[in-house]
């Protein structure tokens, strides 16, 4: 069971995420409050395994609330708003959801949740922003990202981080999957154990990636499918695509997978 605290300056919404959380039985709200200092309040005496947090209230936003809230706790931001995704993810927050918020793009949510309250220490849960810098690439041999071109698998590309002023260099054929963040994505890198954001649309990987082994599945995902090591249909709402074991296993929702199971049953 997740315990949750909704937090919300605006009782429609937090009736809106209440209701749509009632479609998870996983899934138990502990309670709803309308601003920080209520929630904070909340914290003395309770330890949610979650917030859906708003970040523009009125007097404290959701972002000062964070030094209130336990290790222990995942954080979903809920917001209007896009530009502050990279403060949150610099902030270790779990999710990312833009009102109004998708019941697909939930789901999603959810199954990745569940999947961190099951293994609360792997450290992969954690999204990072270092440099992943190739061995044995030289300056000669990095090109940015082209914007029509097609690269190929060989290629080592420089790509901006979120949140900085540097760039990531990384080979295309390392790349596992690539998951959409409005103006940003997480891209999953083969020997990384972590997930890295980038500045860059899931258009703009679309557009460059070698389309006979990179497949959009669905709004949010890009899959090289080569990389696949098995999948497991675990049920309709859920399903698990791993790749090697340093790779964090991606979760797909219901559609996403039912888009996979489609474009591998048409390479079959």
Known sequence: ??????????????????????????????????????????????????????????????????????????????????????????????????????????????????????????????????????????????VPIPSLSTLSLEDSISVPLAGKKTSSILKVGAICWVESLRNYTKVAIDGSPSVTLFRRRLSDWEQVLPRDQFHRVGRSYIIQLPMIERIEWSSRYETRVFFSESVETLVLGRLPAARLKKILGADL
């Open 1 to 142: 069971m997740l315990n949750a605290l909704i937090v919300d300056d605006e009782p429609l919404a937090r009736e809106l995420m209440n209701s749509l959380l009632a479609r998870f039985p996983e899934v138990m709200v502990q309670g709803m409050v309308g601003s920080s200092s209520e929630a904070r309040l909340f914290l003395e005496t309770q330890t949610p395994d979650v917030i859906f947090l708003d970040i523009e209230m009125p007097k404290e936003s959701g972002l000062e609330l964070l030094k209130s809230v336990s290790g222990r706790t995942k954080i979903v931001f809920t917001t209007a708003w896009t530009k502050y995704a990279v403060q949150a993810f610099e902030l270790a927050a779990l999710d990312y959801l833009v009102k109004p918020v998708d019941p697909e793009r939930l789901t999603e949510t959810i199954l990745r949740l569940r999947k961190q309250h099951a293994t609360p220490s792997n450290p992969s849960n954690r999204v990072h922003d270092d440099s992943v810098v190739c061995d044995g690439l030289h300056s000669d041999s990095i």
